[in-house]
């Protein structure tokens, strides 16, 4: 059955003459991988900044769900009341693109990742999973300077803040290297604190920008496995974007292509693997030339 957790309405996006994102329409499903695919130029990471709230959409309607799916209902009464959010005891609603980039964040409760690591390269690997948690660190000092004269509250929080850590660094295996500089791990383990760093957030829903950018095929394979655990032991909801077709086909459960801020595909990864529009957009030919492309270079 369908279980959306995201839903993107009619979104448009143009900077000046320029249509990045035209008329789209795309969900994501709770506990599913969602694979955001597509040439580059697409608008995939377009389509991510709005999301995410660090572009404010020309048009459309961005609505991400927490709890009950029957809150789905108040979403049209949400729109016209012009508010951002609406908050029930069995769920919520949040429209996204009437919120800033920190209200994404921290009350929509969505993560993200980018294509170029931003880890904090001088601090420790602890130290950058704890940086994930001040929200509720400063929540437990009163958002004052209370934490630093030990009051009972913030120590609690803090035990908590680090014991969470700890639990995610030792799920990637990293518990023994907790003190070192998170910019003397090598490349393929930066990129899996960097989503445990955004795991630490307990996101709704978790944004990846080319999670296996840079990565070998080894590294590849075991991120992979990685983000199958994210779904299947945490019923992690993943939207991701990536060019690495063997991770997208492998872990996905549902893929979205776009090719010139147009969706032209939508389905499951097998469906979508065969699908001529898909192969003309990434070949960069029409349609019809399709067979005779893939004759010449040997497909």
């Known amino acids: ?72 209902n108040e979403l049209d009464a949400l729109t016209g009341e012009g508010r951002r959010s609406r908050v029930r005891r069995d769920g919520a609603l949040f429209l996204l693109e009437r919120m800033p980039d920190f209200e994404v964040v921290r009350k929509a409760r969505v993560a993200r990742t980018f294509q170029n690591i931003r880890l904090f390269p001088g601090m420790t690997v602890l130290e950058n999973l704890l940086v994930a948690q001040h929200t509720p660190l400063m929540r437990a000092s009163g958002w004052t300077v209370l934490g630093l004269f030990g009051v009972p509250s913030y120590g609690k929080a803090e035990r908590a803040a680090i014991e969470k850590a700890r639990a995610w660094l030792d799920r990637i295996g990293l518990i023994d290297r907790a003190d070192d500089p998170a910019g003397d791990l090598p490349y393929g383990a930066q990129r899996e604190l960097e989503i445990a760093r955004a795991m630490c ?10 999670p296996a950018a840079g990565l070998n095929p080894s590294e590849s394979a075991k991120l992979a496995r990685f983000l199958r655990m994210l779904r299947n032991e945490h019923a992690t909801s993943i939207l991701l ?54 004759a010449e270079v040997g497909l």
């Not at 957030?201 to 080319?210: A, G, K, S, Y």
């Open 1 to 72: 059955m369908s279980d959306p957790l995201l839903r993107v309405e009619h979104l448009t996006m143009r900077f000046g003459g320029l249509v990045a994102i035209n008329d789209l329409s795309i969900t994501a499903e709770r506990g599913h991988i969602t694979a955001l695919i597509g040439p580059n130029g697409a608008g995939k990471t377009t389509v991510f900044n709005c999301i995410t709230g660090f572009y404010k959409p020309t048009e459309g309607r961005i609505a991400l769900r927490h709890g009950d799916a029957a809150i789905w």
């Open 241 to 294: 974007i990536e060019h690495d077709m063997s991770v997208v086909m492998e872990i996905s459960d549902h893929v979205i292509v776009l090719d010139h801020g147009v969706k032209i595909a939508d389905g499951p990864p097998d469906a979508v693997r065969n699908d001529q529009k898909v192969i003309a957009a990434y070949l960069g030919v029409e349609d019809d030339e399709v067979s005779k492309v893939e």
């Open 201 to 210: 957030t307990d996101p709704v829903l978790l944004c990846l920008d080319e």
